[in-house]
Nanobody, 123 residues
Framework: QLQLVESGGGLVQAGGSLRLSCAAS????????VGWFRQTPGTEREFVAG????????HYIDSVKGRFTISRDKAKNTVYLQMTSLKPEDTALYYC????????????????WGQGTQVTVSS
């Protein structure tokens, strides 16, 4: 069974950068489509970025295009979300999730989830 663990969150000032990691175990991460989601209290979980299992395609929401990059390291069995030019509105609990086929912007499209890592961006 695939297991996912996020790390790399923290407190950063606006304009700063963080690299989030999604470490997979149990199965090779390159067999799965991976999505990053974020959620703040009282809101729906929001899709942020996705990487197709083949690595042929990526998808980002408009608000993070040009600032965030999703990638994976096969050797480390880890998917990353490089976050730059962070804004206070990026503050959220960030989750990685895995699906067995195509990228979906809906959380319902993913079968496996990590526990989340908190990102807080101060102004």
């Amino acid at each position: 069974q695939l297991q996912l663990v996020e790390s790399g969150g923290g407190l950063v000032q606006a304009g700063g950068s963080l690299r989030l990691s999604c470490a997979a175990s149990g199965r090779p991460i390159n067999s799965y489509t991976v999505g990053w989601f974020r959620q703040t209290p009282g809101t729906e979980r929001e899709f942020v970025a996705g990487l197709h299992w083949s690595a042929a395609t990526t998808h980002y929401i408009d608000s993070v295009k040009g600032r965030f990059t999703i990638s994976r390291d096969k050797a480390k069995n880890t998917v990353y979300l490089q976050m730059t030019s962070l804004k206070p509105e990026d503050t959220a609990l960030y989750y990685c999730a895995a699906a067995t086929d195509y990228i979906s912007v809906s959380a319902r499209g993913y079968d496996y989830w990590g526990q989340g890592t908190q990102v807080t961006v101060s102004s």
